[in-house]
């Protein structure tokens, strides 16, 4: 008798301690995603337009078609797509985009994946649009390399096949093949390249989708400070930063050059080595790191940047676990970015 | 009575006439068709594969992975894409591909679309088959510049995403991660790449898909003696012959260099100004022309070989004929070009 009344006792007990336990690791859980949507949002479903370039399907047709087209440039062999190749998720893999003849372009080549999400574009933020980043890019030495933007006008006249796309495009234009309507037409394509991820899906309902690793980095993530610059729905890209908060950025990173960041733009001291904060989507697939690209490898990007940043000495574990959450950042590639145009013959 | 007579016999006359043009230009149809059957044929519906490189899908979809792969480089930034980019079938629209950190390329790059049915690669026809072509450009110091082969191999081998998919593309090879695979993968992919076009529907069943035109023009160029060197599946592609055989071929194209052609591979005096005939399929989609590049217009381009090569001087209108039958060789980009594949991150 006593003995079967102590084992209904355990029973008892070990069922609550279950109960208890299990209810703990929900309210974690629950107080995980609560903290998560404080600081991030779900990515929009669309990207918003500036108001004299409202997006249109023939706009975007065309838009694509000039992202592939090399014949804009004064080389003839570069396009938007040399330094964001789809497959690679529209980051090239390498520290620094070679562009005209063989140029070594100054800085990293961020990802157009969700950039029109970004309060501004390149590292420095000089680019306060998508069509600011187009259209300088025409004239870049680096990129495009055309001298006027009579040039870059002109190869696109010069192709029989782009006259009429080019009306369907902006309608009622009399001469619509001008280097603003080009940039205007790509920022449009770029605008539908979005891709939402399993972080998503977990802001949204709280859903299943984060493993207990990604989850753990996610804490890590936001108990280390990292959310202190990357937060919204970007987790990242709407702000600038000093880029070595504590220490100098480039004894950590081994950078070649010491670039002086926003700096150069602004000639204002406290520019120096003032950076664009990048986003976090898909950094598991855009190595290598940093404005310089300094960095191969993500799990010691994650390391610098702490260590730079706020003084941590992350554990192997906490890089590891934040890695992992990186990686629940990772979008599908919008079925747009896998396909490609049918571009006009020369002649 | 006898205006009714008179009409009647004028009624049967117009009616008889009539009868007996049509039946004169179906049979002159019929008799085109006939000439064109012999001298062409369809292009095949399968690409043949070498012995030691059968076709499996597991090699295309990993050929058209590395298709793409700017990491296969040394500079990070050629792929096959660089040169045969899909967009504008295959072929880069400038005289003269620019490879490894601006340096410019000897020749024209021919497109790949339907490259495997020729009887050899390249202007010159140094490369027998597709693999070689693959396999050599990938220490070309124009393309891929890697200064051996184990510096491409270790390049795949770095991105872990790859060890699998070349595990399952080679299955029961121990270290499947080798030039000649990679080689291998390449033309398999490439092995998907062909186009037929209207042309095909005309040649297979007498199909009205030709306009009056594309017919005189197709006539013309039987009649000018053009299918002498462009005829077979590809309207050429499988012979070498001397470029200039009534006169120097540098003088009419108008040429910076001469190129010796053939004559530098083999060093044989034969062999001098020899080229590859090129597959006339998709032509009007791939200006510039020639092994140079030299000439940008098609029109220009069939004045040129018909003065250079059989000393005929043709007429405005006939150019223009022979200009709307090649058009009818354009052939609709194949799915397969159209998407792109999702390469693995780097780490």
Redesign the interface.
């Known amino acids: 008798m006593k003995i079967k009344k102590i084992l209904w006792i355990s029973f008892v007990f070990v069922l609550l301690s279950f109960i208890a336990a299990a209810s703990g690791v929900s309210q974690e859980s629950d107080e995980l995603l609560r903290q998560a949507r404080v600081v991030f949002q779900p990515l929009p479903s669309v990207m918003p337009s500036p108001k004299d370039n409202p997006s249109t399907p023939a706009k975007v047709t065309l838009g694509k078609?000039l992202f592939?087209e090399?014949?804009l440039s004064a080389?003839?062999?570069i396009s938007c797509q040399?330094c964001h190749?789809?497959?690679?998720y529209a980051a090239?893999?390498?520290p620094k985009?070679?562009g005209?003849?063989?140029?070594i372009n100054p800085r990293n080549a961020p990802t157009v994946l969700n950039a029109g999400f970004q309060f501004s574009q390149h590292w420095r933020g000089d680019r306060p649009s998508l069509e600011d980043q187009a259209d300088v890019s025409l004239l870049s030495p680096f990129a495009y390399a055309n001298v006027s933007y009579d040039e870059a006008q002109n190869r696109i006249k010069s192709i029989p096949g782009y006259w009429e796309l080019f009306q369907k495009a902006f309608p009622g234009e009399k001469e619509p093949i001008t280097h603003d309507n080009i940039a205007r037409a790509i920022s449009a394509f770029e605008r539908t390249l979005f891709s939402s991820s399993r972080f998503d899906q977990f802001l949204a309902s709280g859903e299943k989708v984060l493993t207990d690793k990604e989850k753990k980095g996610l804490n890590v993530f936001l108990d280390t400070g990292c959310a202190a610059c990357h937060n919204g729905a970007l987790v990242g890209g709407m702000t600038f930063q000093k880029f070595g908060v504590v220490t100098p950025y480039w004894k950590a990173t081994g950078s070649q050059e010491i670039d002086q960041g926003r700096f150069d733009v602004t000639k204002r001291e406290d520019d120096r080595y003032i950076f664009k904060v990048p986003s976090l989507r898909n950094v598991?697939?855009?190595?290598?790191y940093f404005h310089d690209g300094s960095v191969?490898?993500?799990d010691r990007a994650v390391k610098i940047i702490a260590e730079v940043q706020m003084g941590k000495m992350l554990s192997e574990e906490n890089i590891s676990s934040i890695v992992s959450f990186l990686v629940s950042l990772t979008g599908n590639?919008p079925e747009e970015?896998?396909?490609?145009?049918?571009?006009p013959?020369?002649?």
Do not use: E, F, W
């Open positions: 078609m592939y090399r014949r080389s003839g062999g040399t190749p789809m497959s690679t090239d893999c390498i985009s070679i005209h003849l063989g140029k598991a697939m855009t190595a290598p191969n490898r993500l590639l970015a896998l396909t490609l145009p049918v571009l013959p020369s002649q």
